[in-house]
């Protein structure tokens, strides 16, 4: 049996009591049940997987490799994660860079499939993706008692990692618009409509931006390596998560004081 997070309370403060035991059950959990059977198998036969086809006929090393990038629910899609990790990444006509799931696109690079290059023998390949596993979830056993949580720990892990990445500014909100953790996120902590998504693209970055300016004090994505303009936007969507679930019967007025006074 998995061991399973230990999340007593909700709300800004079960948020912060989850951090404070984060790496203590974090290592309970890596060493528990399933996670840790399929980490084990996953390095030691994974450097022998040198196709997609390959990869998909091992139930066992594809829920570790999909679970690594947030994509373990698409398990049974066998024929669309082949096509889309044989495909390659080179060409705007392969499929990872068409769906709108950019983890996709960051899968299929990472194993190189369809790119000319297989890495899954590269020397800490095996390590890396184990890691990213587990991590990831971590984060979905947390979101078996909290959701938003869940959602929050996939935020405060990819957006300093995102915010780091040499590409455009333009191109990192993109990338939240195409992830839809984030996105949900973002939505949620900027007080967005279930609408929005529907909108042009390109308005949807630039009301993006304008919502940070708003309620974190700057346009520019970079800031989001700082800790804390993360931890303020995890404390908005926290509060906008209890208030629109009813589990705090908060009026805008209220929600504004807390995140100005902290949670």
Do not use: C
């Not at 990213?132 to 959602?151: H, I, K, P, T, W």
């Amino acid at each position: 049996m998995s061991y399973q997070p230990i999340v007593p309370i909700g709300g800004f403060a079960g948020w912060a009591m989850l951090n404070r035991t984060m790496t203590s059950q974090k290592q309970a959990f890596a060493a528990s049940g399933e996670p840790a059977r399929n980490v084990a198998a996953f390095k030691e036969r994974i450097a022998s997987v040198t196709s997609a086809e390959a990869l998909v006929k091992d139930r066992q090393l594809l829920s570790v490799a999909l679970g690594a990038f947030g994509l373990q629910d698409d398990i049974n899609n066998k024929f669309f994660i082949t096509k889309a990790l044989s495909d390659g990444t080179t060409d705007a006509s392969d499929l990872a860079n068409r769906v709108s799931n950019k983890a996709y696109l960051s899968m299929a690079q990472a194993f190189g499939f369809g790119d000319g290059t297989v890495h899954t023998a590269d020397a800490g390949f095996a390590d890396q993706i184990a890691q990213a596993y587990l991590d990831r979830q971590f984060e979905v056993a947390v979101g078996d008692s909290n959701e938003s949580f869940r959602f929050a720990l996939n935020a405060q892990r990819e957006l300093p990692a995102l915010a780091d990445k040499t590409s455009s500014d333009t191109t990192k909100w993109y990338t939240v618009l195409g992830s839809p953790p984030l996105r949900k996120v973002f939505e949620s902590a900027f007080g967005l409509p279930a609408a929005f998504g529907a909108i042009d693209v390109d308005l949807q970055v630039e009301t993006l931006r304008d919502r940070a300016d708003s309620y974190l004090g700057s346009r520019d994505f970079a800031q989001f390596g700082d800790s804390a303009a993360m931890d303020k936007l995890i404390r908005l969507y926290l509060v906008r998560s209890d208030a629109s679930a009813g589990q705090v019967g908060l009026s805008g007025a209220a929600i504004a004081s807390q995140i100005l006074a902290g949670g």
